[in-house]
């Protein structure tokens, strides 16, 4: 009797979520022929780490979306300098290559596996990013920030 129900939950959720789809299409069709799919509600950008050190920089990590492959990413870290009573950017590199990760393990839980920063000038910079699940966190890469600009350690 209780597999019945089961079955019965499970056949009626299908055709909930069925119908719901078959609405939101005609909904988007609707909408506009010429509008984009291509992540209109999607993010394209996400912070994915951050570190402040002392009053001196601002380093984050940010995921960005590619716009011809959703599944890609690029990582941008960017400097930041506190100047006149705000961070302004001073530097950003491209953490690996452009497009060379995965947008959803970069944005996942234990997505940065090593976001390491020191307070000393040149303050070191060591990243390593979770690359899949399954394969483990990527080999660390190593920066120097020496007077708010990013260079290979």
């Known amino acids: 009797m209780g597999e019945h129900v089961n079955l019965v939950r499970t056949y009626t959720r299908g055709v909930a979520t069925a119908a719901c789809t078959l609405l939101m299409a005609a909904a988007l069709g609707a909408a506009g022929a010429g509008a984009s799919n291509a992540g209109t509600a999607a993010p394209r950008t996400r912070l994915i780490a951050s570190s402040v050190l002392g009053g001196d920089y601002k ?69 390593s990013l979770q690359i899949t699940p399954s394969i483990g966190c990527s080999e660390p890469a190593h920066y120097l920030v020496k007077q708010g600009r990013v260079f290979a350690g």
């Open 59 to 127: 380093i984050t990590l940010t995921a960005l979306r590619s716009t011809e492959d959703q599944y890609a990413a690029s990582v941008r870290m960017q400097v930041y300098t506190h100047s006149g009573g705000a961070w302004k950017e001073s530097d950003r590199v491209t953490v690996g290559g452009v497009d060379g990760w995965l947008w959803y393990p970069l944005t996942g839980s234990g997505a940065v596996c090593q976001f390491s920063t020191a307070s000393t000038e040149p303050a070191p910079v060591t990243v």
